[in-house]
């Protein structure tokens, strides 16, 4: 989930979107513009019409604002936004060359992510063995797992940031940081 809002819609979105969108050519779609904040408000498809918000980021909305309403500069020492593929990308050091919910992309993921994670195998069978599959898709299990691994790679000051930490972060109208990790 984003962390950080821009006060208006831009083109393109963020500066760390549109960094992560570079770094992983054919799986940049996988990287949605983050809504401005003055959509955070709108309730229904019809409000957010013609303001620059995809489906999907509408969709998560919900989720978007119970995360704003949470974090505060401080606490963002500590809670950080990341995304699995960009997350995966820098694993293998080339853009993934499957998409996730194929058969081939989620074997290109968990082998990415075995070495770094040892279990992660018996806990996406664990996972899918409990939750029914209409409510947890294997590829959102191994997203997860995979951010497991970046936050191992933040704790030991191993993880890349977008923009990169030799660049002042952009702020948003709050104060928080608007940057993405890896």
Do not use: N, Y
């Not at 984003?2 to 549109?18: K, M, N, S, V």
């Not at 293998?92 to 993921?109: M, N, V, W």
């Not at 899918?128 to 951010?147: F, K």
């Amino acid at each position: 989930m984003p962390i950080g809002l821009p006060a208006r819609r831009a083109t393109g979105g963020r500066a760390c979107e549109r960094e992560a969108r570079a770094l992983l050519g054919p799986r940049r779609s996988s990287v949605f513009s983050t809504p401005a904040r003055d959509v955070l408000h709108c309730r229904s498809w019809a409000d957010v019409r013609g303001r620059g918000i995809s489906k999907q980021a509408f969709h998560l909305l919900p989720k978007i604002r119970e995360i704003d309403a949470l974090i505060t500069p401080g606490l963002q020492r500590r809670v950080r936004e990341t995304h699995p593929e960009l997350v995966f990308r820098h694993l293998a050091g080339r853009p993934l060359r499957h998409a996730k919910r194929t058969q081939l992309g989620k074997a290109e993921r968990l082998q990415l992510l075995t070495p770094h994670l040892p279990g992660a195998r018996r806990l996406l069978a664990t996972s899918l063995e409990r939750h029914p599959r209409s409510r947890v898709a294997s590829d959102d299990v191994i997203d997860a797992l995979v951010l497991v691994v970046a936050a191992q790679r933040m704790l030991r000051a191993e993880a890349l940031r977008l923009p990169p930490v030799t660049v002042a972060a952009p702020r948003d109208p709050c104060g928080l940081q608007m940057v993405i990790w890896a």
